[in-house]
């Protein structure tokens, strides 16, 4: 049978296949789409035409529109007989979609459905997002997108993103060139060595990068089709995953060492030769001993950024400096105890440092003092210097050695108490009682993820400290009711930052990320908390409002980039908050010639 092309009116129809006559079994119809048993064995050649319409354009998620294609549309696009007779508004497809979502029992069957909705119609799928954030954040990313990493090889259907193992070695360049978008503005690339605080996931911690560049459109507004997700698989150590009969990923230990740098610079290189100087590269849980490398290797040459590092560090200090509208007071003036000294724990402390060092004008060596580390073997002191980790070294003050974070508290005499341990039920009553016991408004954040693994709960924290804790948590909890008054625990959630800082990069044509930028974008969230909001305890803004804070960050950091002289596109628009909301991806439909 000789191989030849079947174009159907604007359909895209695939053609007939290279295939011998046993493609004919069925009826002696042919097995156009190699659907039939007998031509499992058979290579297929799947042409498509390239025109959106017909049936390829139900089935492109940029352009399929489902029951709100016009009549007119469906005459000009070849869709009759495609779609039933009748003509919908994207409101009230919304308004189905959420209803056939809060029908789930489970947080997990939500997810599914909207990375169903994700593929099949990308417009709907953002305008969700955007009109039901507070909802549909916890689905989309933490804590219910931790669940689904875990799960990822068995609740794995189509592919999302690009995946770049170890087999592509000295081939990065030609996989990131089968990705069908050229003009990439963000990057978010993982490698699955440290996801929230589940630990190491291998490949499956695509979730993660598919997650946050879903939110750089919803919340920050970055274009869908400019953002990338990518997953670095370079093994897993994670024995049960090896052992998985659906793992997705490959079956070896982690590289490590050289193998990894060079992998790792072989992918940075091709970015930069693929894409640009200009393209954010957002690097998401990776295992501390990589992340800090990453950065600062990278940082001088590369458009880079790290979440858990930066982003953390951004909208916790954002969260303490509207904290003290409550408690009062300085930065300098307030002690600060962390339980967990990793890649958040000392990115906080680091940008709470240099921003009380330009507070105070004070060196930043000295503001560190006032910043306490507890990790797994006890308080960081002077004495245990020769054997930390490089970054947790100018966080080794002197004192006697603490083996426990009450004893911790207790010594320290913290204001400030933060947790970025990954580990949950860490803050015990008795932590809280000591804080509480000498501190009239304790500020308290418990900030690792998922809901699980935070160090305590809401209901906890303001039970344990009388009703008095300025408290704040890095996944979602429901108001509290104590002694007949109502507290609503703010969301220290990176959500805040990235998509703002993210968007603020894009529009000013940044080159490089300076810390100056991020505290641009603390003091922009900061500045978004209304009195209205501080009455309720509350020391973030309402997520409601996420995309008016998202351009007002973004025009921030725009405005320190070109400060900086490090941003490219000229001339600098006069007015950055109203560039950064006319930049911004719209999900409304679009009228089709």
């Known amino acids: 049978m000789e191989s030849t092309m079947k174009g159907i009116r604007g359909g895209g129809a695939p053609c007939v296949l290279d295939m011998d006559d046993a493609a004919t079994v069925g009826d002696g119809v042919e097995d156009t789409y190699g659907e039939d048993r007998a031509t499992e064995e058979q290579l297929v050649t799947p042409w498509t035409v390239s025109v959106a319409s017909g049936y390829n354009l139900l089935r492109d998620p940029r352009y399929n ?25 994207q409101e009230l497809q919304e308004r189905k979609i959420m209803q056939n979502i809060r029908q789930y029992q489970l947080p997990l069957q939500r997810y599914m459905a909207m990375m169903d909705l994700q593929e ?56 990131l060139k089968n990705w069908p978008e050229r003009r990439i503005q963000v990057i978010v690339v993982t490698d699955g060595e440290r996801i929230l605080g589940l630990g190491d996931l291998g490949c499956q911690g695509m979730g993660i990068p598919v997650g946050k560049l879903s939110l750089y459109t919803a919340l ?37 060492g050289q193998e990894y740098a060079d992998f790792l610079h072989e992918f940075m290189s091709a970015v930069k030769q693929n894409y640009g100087e200009k393209v954010l590269i957002q690097f998401e849980d990776f295992a501390n001993h990589n992340a800090f490398d990453l950065l600062a290797r990278y940082g001088t040459t590369h458009l880079v950024f790290n979440d858990d590092i930066q982003g953390t560090a951004s909208v916790v200090l954002a969260g303490l400096v509207a904290a ?18 990793g890649e958040a ?6 940008l709470i440092a240099l921003e009380m060092s330009r507070q105070t004008e004070t060196p930043i060596e000295e503001c560190r003092k006032k910043i306490w580390l507890v990790d797994s073997k006890g308080l960081i002191v002077s004495t245990r210097k020769e054997s930390l980790q490089h970054f947790k070294k100018p966080w080794a003050h002197e004192h006697e050695h603490v083996d426990n974070l009450l004893d911790a508290v207790n010594a320290i005499k913290p204001t400030v108490l933060i947790g970025t341990s990954g ?8 932590v809280v009682e000591a804080i509480s016991s000498f501190n009239e408004m304790p500020i308290i954040l418990a900030l690792s993820n998922p809901t699980s693994q935070a160090e305590c709960t809401a209901e906890q924290a303001y039970t344990w400290s009388k009703g008095r804790a300025v408290f704040a948590t890095g996944s979602p909890f429901d108001p509290v009711e104590y002694n007949g008054k109502i507290h609503v625990p703010g969301q220290a959630n990176n ?79 006069k007015d950055l908050v109203k560039y950064a909301e006319s930049c911004m991806y719209s999900p409304i439909y679009r009228n089709y010639r």
């Open 65 to 89: 529109k489902g029951l709100a294609f016009t009549e007119k549309e469906r005459d000009t696009h070849y869709l009759r007989g495609l779609l039933p007779p009748t003509v919908i508004s």
């Open 345 to 350: 724990g000392t990115g906080i402390a680091e």
């Open 423 to 430: 580990k949950g039920q860490t803050f015990t009553q008795e």
């Open 324 to 341: 003290l509208k409550l408690v009062g007071g300085t930065l300098a003036e307030h002690t600060y105890l962390f339980l967990g000294a």
């Open 495 to 573: 959500a805040y930052i990235f998509p703002g800082f993210g968007l603020g990069v894009v529009m000013s044509g940044a080159i490089r990320v300076h810390d100056d930028m991020l505290l641009a974008a603390s003091e922009a969230l900061a500045q978004q908390v209304t009195q209205e909001n501080f009455d309720k305890g509350l020391i973030y803004p309402p997520f409601s409002n996420i995309r008016k804070i998202s351009a007002h960050i973004a025009a921030n950091v725009a405005a320190k980039a070109y400060e900086l002289g490090l941003a490219s596109r000229r001339p600098r628009p």
């Open 220 to 256: 920050g507004g970055v274009r869908p089709s400019a953002c990338l997700p990518i997953t670095l698989d370079v093994g897993t150590n994670n024995e049960q995953l090896l052992n998985d009969e659906f793992y997705i990923g490959l079956r070896q230990r982690r590289a490590t």
């Open 120 to 175: 099949g119609n990308g417009r709907l799928f953002y305008k969700l997002l955007i009109d039901n954030v507070e909802e549909l954040l916890p689905v989309v990313y933490t804590p219910t997108v931790g669940e689904a990493c875990q799960k990822y090889g068995s609740i794995f259907s189509r592919p999302q993103g690009l995946y770049i193992s170890l087999q592509e070695k000295g081939k990065i360049l030609e996989v």
